[in-house]
């Protein structure tokens, strides 16, 4: 199972949990779409025309062994700016997308123990919706309020949603780009004394309207071209949906202590592909310290120089 958000809300931290291929699961009760003539479906995979209502069913199971009641709400979706997971905004929250336009035919539904409960709903699209990728959740939210835990007094409460994957036609854009790119530089006072590392952060901003799974490979050079690093970062989410920008940063251990290059992050998806890149001077602190020193040792020198030549030629 997969964590995706923790949401605080008042006093209450909603939890939703949103695997990216299996029925979305806590536990203690799942939500998915309701089974297909082919089989069981992990998420809905839905397309629609502007102005076009859909009808759908989700299924709620209590996997514990007392009744439950959830309240049943649509809601969309969103990268979380931790790293990147697939999140939804709470009922409180502003809904532009699916939130808005996907309406259970019950709000709330009591799913006796060991059971499962499916509800219809339909989705309306409006006549002046965008098109590309609308993505979201049919939510299930236990409204009873768990005992806070640890030293933060906040209330729990557990939601479980399974993904909305909708697109409404028309025109499609893929759009990507690596933006504000820093890169930060930790070594030793006296160089070779200890290890180095920097730390590269960097902004991926889906620009476009559809969703895209995204890879980020990381080039560093040196004086005269030399290749310092080649890497495919790990550290990248699977989806980056439409028009969402995240920040991620990734470690460089062993980086040069003595150098001056460039790093270059190089960003793919779906037949776009964007890089940006930095410079960076790394500089030992004693070494700079000692430039620093000498550069101002010279120009006391040249001032005293020129002060005794005004002197003499005056004389």
């Known amino acids: 199972m997969r964590k995706l958000s923790v949401i605080l809300l008042g006093l209450v931290a909603v939890w939703c949990a949103v695997p990216a291929a299996q029925a979305a699961d806590n536990g203690n009760w799942s939500v998915y779409p309701a089974a297909s003539e082919l089989g069981g479906r992990p998420y809905f995979h839905l397309s629609a025309n502007p102005g076009t209502t859909l009808t759908d069913q989700v299924t709620v199971t209590n996997k514990t062994a007392a009744p439950l009641t959830f309240r049943l709400y649509a809601a969309d979706g969103y990268n979380t700016e931790r790293d990147g997971g697939f999140a939804v905004r709470t009922r409180g929250e502003k809904q532009r997308g699916v939130g808005a336009w996907a309406r259970p035919q019950r709000e709330r539904v009591t799913v006796p123990a060991q059971s499962s ?19 979201g959740a049919l939510v299930a939210l236990d409204e009873r309020i768990g005992a806070a835990t640890g ?5 729990i409460q557990q939601a479980v949603g399974a993904r909305v994957y909708l697109r409404v036609g028309g025109p499609t854009v893929a759009a990507l780009s690596v933006e504000d790119v820093t890169f930060s530089h930790d070594q030793p006072l006296v160089p070779g004394t ?15 309207n559809v969703t895209l799974n995204p890879t980020v490979a990381l080039k560093a050079e040196g004086l005269f071209g030399r290749d310092l690093l080649d890497r495919d970062l790990k550290k990248v989410p699977s989806e980056l949906l439409p028009r969402q920008k995240i920040r991620l940063t990734e470690r460089w251990s062993g980086a040069p202590q003595l150098e001056w290059g460039e790093v270059r992050l190089t960003a793919s998806a779906r037949d776009v592909r964007e890089s940006a890149g930095v410079s960076f ?35």
């Open 194 to 208: 200890g290890e180095s590392s920097a730390l590269i952060s960097y902004t991926l901003h889906n620009r476009g």
């Open 117 to 135: 409960v499916t509800v219809p709903y339909t989705l309306t699209v409006p006549e002046d919706a965008e098109p590309g990728d609308h993505p």
């Open 281 to 315: 001077l790394a500089l030992p602190w004693l070494v700079a310290l000692l430039l620093v020193a000498a550069v101002a040792g010279a120009g006391a020198w040249v001032r005293v120089h020129r002060r005794r030549a005004r002197v003499t030629g005056g004389a």
């Open 151 to 155: 030293s933060v007094a906040v209330g």
